[in-house]
């Protein structure tokens, strides 16, 4: 047992102030699903603890406006199940059905799940002092130490946005949705309030994969926004893992259509579980428009974006799986009516 303090504000001001008093080693914690975990396996050793969950009114779910608006603070699954969510905006719906298990969903926070952390099995396998290389060299969890991937086990790996230093997939699905769909975060810190498109939040690991998210010390998630938009209609989250459920993407894309009678007009394409951020796809995008969704047009997209894709020794299956996942997301997507 590792000691830490730990503190309970009541707004987003308090918060910010909690960690700026508690300097070095202050941490935020929601739902905490990733951050007790990884406390659990010694890869963590906050020394406070703010604790974001009793700031009242954080977990608000707006559709009503020109934008959907969901607090930090609203749960996975309470967001999958809004009904405008559910009805115009399948895309972000299935991301959030498709991850974790239910039991996850209801705790985690749709803010939280944002900073999720990789599940490169050579970052999480470390026990041993954080700073040190642990079982295994990481530079990710000991910078400077090595990459254990590279050479090793990498069949999980990713083939889109890696570096010598680093080859970890971001692990998420809600965010892959939200780069696809032009989401924002809304940031509160200690230089005051900022918007963040989600696709900004994140970082290529570069020389210094340590540093994952492009946010400031003290700052917080207070809410995402997403534009409205009639190609939520036609939209899907497609995932494909080992295992049908509790499991994460091999390969996944979020896609979603604006049609002009039988051709695309404008289409929204991001990639997960091959990239070492959330990946969004110009190249099929623009590849699609102006086109008939043909099986052919649709395959040609998802080679397009993996035209930049550079595999490891094990991981080469996913380049046309992870075209294929695209294909099949757009004809999911086309065959959905407004
Ligand atoms: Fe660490 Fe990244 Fe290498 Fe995995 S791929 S061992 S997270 S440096």
């Known amino acids: 047992m590792k000691p830490f303090s730990y503190a309970r504000p009541a707004t987003p001001a308090e918060a910010v102030q909690a960690f700026t008093a508690a300097g070095a080693g202050a941490r935020y914690i929601a739902g905490g699903t990733t951050l007790y975990d990884l406390m659990k396996l010694d890869i963590e050793r906050p020394r406070h603890l703010i604790d974001v969950t009793a700031i009242q009114g954080m977990d608000a ?10 607090g930090a603070l609203a749960t996975m699954s309470a967001v999958a199940v809004d009904p405008v969510v559910a009805r115009d905006y ?28 990789t599940r490169c099995l050579y ?14 060299p990481c530079n990710k969890r000991a910078p400077g130490s090595g990459c254990a991937a590279i050479g090793g086990l990498d069949r999980g790996q990713a083939v889109l946005g890696q570096s ?41 690991p570069g020389d210094t994969p340590h540093l994952e998210f492009t946010l400031a010390p003290g700052e917080m998630i207070v809410g995402i926004t997403v534009p409205k938009t009639a190609a939520g209609h036609r939209s899907t989250y497609h995932k494909i893992r080992d295992r049908e459920s509790y499991a994460f ?20 394409v991001a990639l997960g579980g091959v ?13 699609l428009v102006g086109k008939r969704l043909t099986p052919t047009v649709a395959l040609d997209a998802g080679h397009a974006a993996f035209a930049q894709a550079n595999a490891g020794r094990q991981n080469g299956y996913k380049v046309e799986l992870g075209a294929r996942t695209v294909a099949d997301a757009l004809t999911i997507a086309a065959g959905r009516t407004v």
């Open 61 to 70: 779910i707006e559709t009503s406006g020109d934008r959907l608006r969901f």
């Open 90 to 117: 399948p895309v972000l719906a299935e991301a959030l059905w498709k991850a974790a298990s239910q039991q996850l969903r209801n705790m985690a926070t749709v803010g939280g799940n944002l900073l999720q952390r």
């Open 123 to 136: 970052f999480r396998n470390g026990s041993g002092n954080p700073s040190s290389v642990g079982a295994f």
């Open 164 to 204: 010598d230093a680093c080859t970890a997939v971001s692990p998420g699905d809600w965010p892959v949705a939200l780069t696809a769909m032009d989401a924002e975060v809304e940031v509160v810190g200690p230089a005051g309030v900022r918007t963040v498109p989600v696709a900004a939040l994140y970082r290529l």
């Open 249 to 268: 993407a091999i390969a996944s894309a979020a896609v979603a259509l604006d049609m002009d009678g039988d051709r695309v007009s404008r289409a929204h």
């Open 275 to 287: 990239a070492t951020r959330p990946w969004r796809a110009p190249e099929a995008e623009r590849l």
